[in-house]
């Protein structure tokens, strides 16, 4: 079954504006990552938070972890049209070997 | 070089043909991987290599046969696909297995007649 959960399914939003994607996931965790996917790409790594950190900043992007809600939001600051992409979150789950990715969201930045 | 590399990028297989898909890392890491991802959909973890030995299977059928030559390759023998298995393969690599980011190649497309 899917580890992670994302909303929305699909975000459109301005050039300028920023953008929020969740991630829900169900068993514990060390670590959640997110990756961006450009159309029929490979994955690109953006940011990894630790189960013991609440909050990391990476340039324009913002990725915080309640663990106690078993969630996690990235939020993209002045987003560009080149943000276009699919953003998963992912987490390695129990046992550590697997990654096992969320359903991801679809952002749209209109230029 | 943090760079993965897979080839083909495209590949087009009849449903008696054999194929290989090849994914090639220099990083020094020692856990690969392969996925599936259908269109609009996550990647599905297919199978992990950790030090060159299968370590994980997410029950593939035996149609796809993974294999490790050594530290730096990955091949994914393809045999009497079905078309429902036309999808985007990813191979990636981290430097070790598990809870590390992973590293990923551009794709390879197949499509399966």
């Known amino acids: 079954s899917q580890q992670g959960e994302e909303d929305p399914q699909a975000l459109s939003i301005q050039e300028g504006e920023n953008a929020t994607m969740n991630c829900s996931y169900k068993?514990?965790?060390?670590?959640l990552q997110w990756y961006r996917q450009n159309s029929g790409r490979g994955l690109v790594h953006l940011i990894l938070?630790?189960?013991?950190?609440r909050e990391k900043h990476s340039g324009r992007l913002r990725v915080t972890l309640d663990t106690s809600k078993k969630s996690s939001s990235l939020l993209i600051t002045a987003s560009r049209a080149a943000d276009t992409a699919s953003y998963f979150c992912a987490t390695d789950g129990t046992g550590g070997f697997k990654t096992i990715f969320g359903a991801g969201t679809r952002l749209f930045v209109k230029a | 070089d943090t760079e993965v590399t897979q080839t083909p990028k495209h590949l087009v297989m009849g449903m008696t043909n054999k194929k290989s898909l090849k994914c090639e890392q220099h990083m020094g890491h020692r856990a690969m991987y392969w996925y599936k991802q259908k269109a609009k959909k996550p990647p599905e973890l297919m199978f992990v290599?950790?030090?060159?030995?299968?370590?994980i299977n997410e029950s593939v059928p035996s149609r796809f046969s993974p294999e490790c030559p050594n530290s730096s390759l990955l091949n994914l023998h393809l045999h009497a696909l079905q078309p429902e298995d036309s999808a985007l393969y990813l191979c990636a690599s981290s430097q070790e297995p598990g809870r590390e980011t992973q590293y990923f190649g551009p794709g390879t497309r197949l499509l399966v007649l």
């Open positions: 938070i630790r189960s013991n950190e």
């Open positions: 290599y950790s030090y060159e030995k299968l370590s």
């Open positions: 068993t514990s965790i060390n670590n």
